[in-house]
């Protein structure tokens, strides 16, 4: 039942899920102690999430727990076409190819959720988007869910506020091991690291624009700067903006950016980022790459009303837009999210992280099921500390324990000066 681009990719996409797996030890924890206790045995799980070898890992760690899961992409440019190939060839129902029209995306979205799912999985919260609209005599089967992205966890705590939310879902982007870790670390260098690959352009020295200072935006601002460019922070919020400036950054409106930055990276989840009127200030050459989840936060429809003509492929990801005046501005990836349109990804030592957020949190939902209510849930602290605890494990640190006296310091309140 499977749709994906070329199953002779297989034994390619296995050599690749090994090597990333060499590089996910908590994951590889948790999935032996999965392997003796079978905790997902017979429960169906639909995920939709980026096709990458690192996915793989997960699913097939879901899997080695008992559970049936069936997979497609949350994103028409990250699959990675072997990894599919390879999950198809190990019995795993995978919906995903590299490319993929709007059509063909949704349609991916509907086979796997044909699985009937307890529990879903979601990377932008197309797949929640699509039950709530047109799946919901579905709706009473789906126990719970997980989210793994701000852009997903916005729109659902949108849908909460609403009650428009009819089953509960754990915001996996808010634990301490993935935002602080995936968010900044692996954003930060994946961009990049797109950046580079798409364009082979030298960024020492050069103006980089980063719209947006989260953890994502301080992530890539920290790696920008590593590699010698002057990085310009725009933002909305004044604590962010502030922290920006305290971190020796650049702080002004985009408007102002627009005129000076060579580099454009957009990384804050909302739409319509960067616009008409920021597009008609850039220089000759501007590149445009978003690190959003959408292809949303650079207005392509404005950028294509300014060209005389369309677009121009120059490189495999890069497209050239020649305006009126003869400026050439450079959008990369389709503005799609540009670390998996125009590159791999982030590294496997984040996403190891993140994604045994994403196991033992579907394990919980599995065993919770009955106590949840339809909201946005944040992971269970002991779930946040066990990836950590797992994590320094692996890299064979140590770390001190409280004594029982301080123990019952901390607990008291008469002890003071």
Not at 26 to 40: D, G, N, S, Y
Not at 77 to 83: I, K, N, P
Not at 242 to 270: C, K, N, Q, S, W
Request: glycine share 8%.
């Amino acid at each position: 039942m499977s749709d994906i681009k070329d199953e002779r990719l297989a034994e390619r996409g296995r050599e690749r899920i090994e090597w990333a797996a060499g590089e996910m030890p908590v994951l590889a924890q948790i999935r032996e102690r999965f392997e003796k206790e079978r905790p997902l045995a017979g429960v169906r799980i639909a995920a939709c999430l980026h096709v990458t070898t690192e996915t793989a890992n997960l699913v097939r760690t879901l899997a080695a727990a008992g559970a049936s899961v069936a997979l497609c992409a949350s994103n028409p440019l990250s699959t990675q076409d072997d990894v599919a190939a390879a999950l198809c060839d190990d019995g795993i129902e995978t919906f995903a190819i590299r490319g993929e029209d709007t059509d063909t995306f949704f349609r991916h979205i509907a086979s796997v959720l044909d699985l009937r799912p307890q529990v879903t999985m979601d990377d932008g919260a197309d797949m929640v988007s699509v039950l709530h609209r047109q799946r919901t005599d579905q709706l009473a089967e789906v126990w719970g869910g997980t989210e793994e992205t701000t852009t997903g966890v916005i729109r659902l705590r949108a849908m909460a506020a609403e009650q428009a939310l009819r089953y509960p879902i754990v915001s996996v982007n808010d634990a301490d091991t993935k935002h602080l870790f995936d968010n900044r670390y692996g954003t930060g260098q994946s961009t990049m690291d797109a950046i580079m690959r798409a364009t082979n352009r030298l960024l020492a020295g050069r103006i980089v624009v980063v719209c947006g200072y989260g953890m994502c935006g301080r992530g890539v601002a920290a790696r920008a700067r590593g590699l010698g460019a002057q990085v310009v922070v725009t933002e909305v919020d004044p604590t962010a903006a502030l922290e920006a400036v305290m971190e020796g950054y650049r702080v002004m409106p985009l408007r102002d950016a627009a005129r000076i930055g060579e580099v454009f990276v957009t990384v804050t989840g909302d739409r319509s980022v960067i616009r008409r009127e920021h597009l008609e200030l850039m220089r000759d050459g501007a590149i445009l790459a978003n690190a959003g989840h959408f292809d949303v936060e650079i207005d392509k429809g404005a950028l294509a009303q300014l060209a005389t003509a369309p677009p121009r492929r120059l490189r495999e990801v890069v497209d050239a837009y020649t305006l009126a005046d003869g400026r050439r501005i450079y959008l990369l990836g389709e503005g799609r999210l540009v670390n998996l349109a125009a590159a791999e990804g982030h590294p496997a030592a984040v996403m190891d992280m993140s994604f045994a957020n994403q196991a033992l949190c579907v394990e919980w939902v599995a065993r919770h099921r009955d106590e949840l209510e339809p909201r946005v849930y944040p992971v269970p602290t002991e779930i946040d500390k066990e990836v950590a605890r797992l994590k320094l494990r692996a890299m064979d640190v140590e770390i001190d324990t409280l004594t029982p006296e301080q123990e019952a310091y901390l607990r008291s309140w008469e002890e003071g000066t």
